[in-house]
């Protein structure tokens, strides 16, 4: 039905950048929301940085000023530009989004199966 395809994550020193993407595809009608969540050993799965289906975007405190969400929507495509790395955001990162398929009038949450980044200190 629908996929979500990360990709980007990597290795990287403290003070470095990476960019990752999110592809959805299959049989999709609609995306709305979309957000990047990440999950690091023994914590809980947290939302960084969420864009509406109109650009509005929101971020956890920790990433501000450091991260950017962005979007096409032509490509039902996210990124996140993540500047100014440092060791604690090592992590699993995973896109989610809210997508209306040809079988369901209703937006589902869908979500990718994960990019790993490692930040070495």
């Known amino acids: 039905q629908v996929q979500l395809v990360e990709s980007g994550g990597g290795l990287v020193q403290t003070g470095g950048s990476l960019r990752l993407s999110c592809v959805a595809s299959g049989s999709i009608l609609g995306v709305d929301a979309m957000a990047w969540y990440r999950q690091s050993p023994g914590k809980a799965r947290e939302s960084i940085a969420t864009i509406t289906s109109g650009g509005g975007t929101r971020y956890v405190d920790s990433v501000k000023g450091r991260f950017t969400i962005s979007r096409d929507n032509a490509k039902n495509t996210i990124y996140l530009q993540m500047n100014s790395l440092k060791p604690e955001d090592t992590a699993v990162y995973y896109c989610?989004?809210?997508?209306?398929?040809?079988?369901?009038?209703?937006?589902?949450?869908?979500w990718g199966q994960g990019t790993q980044v490692t930040v070495s200190s």
């Open positions: 989610y989004g809210m997508i209306q398929t040809r079988y369901s009038f209703s937006y589902s949450p869908y």
